[in-house]
């Protein structure tokens, strides 16, 4: 303690001394490297608030009740009912139909991509396959109304023009290169000891990929998965376009219905008065699919988590 | 050396190695690997002797364009495994292969010993337990992990985890082991086990092992060859090569006036 004090009171040289010019400089850039951080906070913090205020109005008259398990939703309409299942029920239909597309489809072809192709294979199939991202979505609506439900029709001929089975099969196929990307990346980063070690025990490609690869990037492709829920259910012009305006409660994929992303771009293109009910159910609307999207990435978060690669 | 009759379980005959980048790295390489011996392969970094190694079960086949000339004789079969009509894979059912690092599957316990049955097609229950039992026991593991069995394998210590792939390794029968350095990445007292293990599996089988530390290759094996630059110096028996080194290259190495 007393030498602590002696040292205390030494007095410091100018050469040791601390640069308040360069500590000044480096706080700055702190500074403006935190902001930038910061900025995609703001932003959620923003969006957030004009949900929560905006639903809250909707909210005022409407009770969370009767959003919550009426059957009808027909805000715009003289007898009003405000009843949210038969968007969700639209939402989930759809996306249920293009993940039960996309995650077969991009699974198998990140294994093929990560585990079989050559190098030469690789670099010709990879980039055709993210050629499909750049697609945009309103092409795969009119793909969906115009060509995939034109085929369906003549299998089951008692099929709507506008209806959720083509709408989703369209968006599940552009789902797929999302999924078979991030899934790909994910067994690429499995260390090749660990291949080497089972093809070592006599084992083949396929049982490599299956038995080895597969498991050890689960985490990875969970995360691929919720990429690809996510795309589903906020997925808007495809299902604005192919899957029908109509909110029906229903989860026949052979009916249309309008999903929760096709009615918000049905009302936001009306010319409905700010501050009506029907403008703030759309903010109703949205707050539901956020908490979707958000309730579906926590569980992806905790997947990931019970998965985490250990090697 | 108390059995007096010497078997050569597998032979490397010539044997020139080429890399898909045209690399030759090794060059004209002859050893025989006896029957219930341990074979040693030593040499500075870069000498070919994991290259050597990789090549009696075939794993640079893993990697297109890697090139082998030459053979390598695997008895009582008296075949070529570097022949184009030998299937790797078979190879690989008999020869298997402990790596420098634990490499563990992403599995329980019980599963990464099961491995190489569940590959076989093996699905009696029954048997898949006995081996599997028989394996660890055989790999001094059984007595830590028998009440959990179905944990992960990466809740093992480094040290464990080298311990069960001798036993996925051992769980298959296997003729020959290869081992390529399977204890550079241990802790002391985890390598005198594998060096314990090793010395007793050469009663059931043989062992070809890479090592960087001369003292580990004078205390487990029976023979011993030097590499140098992709090239077999000198192979003799282990006390010789140590003692009586009939090449200057070797003398040195062993000495530690060079690598």
Known sequence: MATTQLLKDLPVSKRLAKNIKRNFIERVIEIILMLSALTAVFITVGIVYILVTEASGFFSDVSVFEFLTSRQWSPLFEDAHYGILPLISGTLTTSFIALGIAVPIGTVAAIYLSEFASHKARETVKPVLELLVGVPTVVFGYFALLFVTPILQKMIPSLPTFNMLGAGIVMGIMIIPYIASVAEDAMRAVPMQMREGSYAMGATKFQTAIRVVTPAATSGIIAAYILGISRAVGETMVVAIAAGQQPTFTFNPLEGAATITAYIVQVAMGDLPHGSIGYQSIFAAGMVLFVLTFLFNIIGHLARKRFAERY | ?259
């Not at chain 2, 010395?199 to 530390?213: A, D, E, M, R």
Request: hydrophobic share 35%; aromatic share 8%.
């Open chain 2, 1 to 259: 050396m108390a059995q007096n009759k010497l078997n050569i379980k597998a032979e490397a005959k010539n044997l020139n190695f080429f890399y898909a980048d045209g690399t030759k790295a090794l060059k004209d390489v002859s050893l025989p690997v006896y029957e219930n011996k341990i074979t040693a392969l030593i040499g500075p970094s870069g000498c070919g002797k994991s290259t050597f190694l990789r090549c009696f079960n075939r794993m640079h086949d893993l990697y297109p364009g890697n090139r082998y000339e030459g053979q390598i004789l695997l008895h009582p079969d008296n075949t070529n495994v570097l022949a184009k009509g030998v299937d790797p894979i078979e190879v690989r059912m008999r020869i298997s292969m402990v790596f420098q690092k634990p490499n563990p599957f992403p599995k329980s316990i019980y599963e990464n010993v099961a491995y190489g049955l569940r590959v076989r097609g093996e699905r009696s229950k029954s048997a898949v337990d006995d081996k599997v039992e028989e394996a660890l026991k055989g790999a001094s593991l059984w007595n830590e992990v028998k009440d959990r069995l179905q944990d992960l394998a990466f809740n093992l210590s480094g040290g464990q985890q080298q311990r069960l792939c001798i036993a996925r390794a051992l769980a298959t029968d296997p003729e020959i082991m290869l081992f390529d350095e399977p204890t550079s990445a241990l802790d002391p007292i985890a390598t005198v086990n594998i060096e314990e293990l090793m010395s007793g599996l050469k009663s059931k089988l043989s062992i070809l092992v890479v090592t960087h530390n001369m003292q580990q290759a004078a205390r487990i094996s029976d023979y011993t060859a030097y590499m140098y630059l992709g090239e077999m110096i000198e192979f003799d028996a282990t006390d010789k090569i140590f003692t009586n080194p009939s090449k200057k290259e070797t003398e040195d190495y062993i000495t530690g006036k060079f690598g």
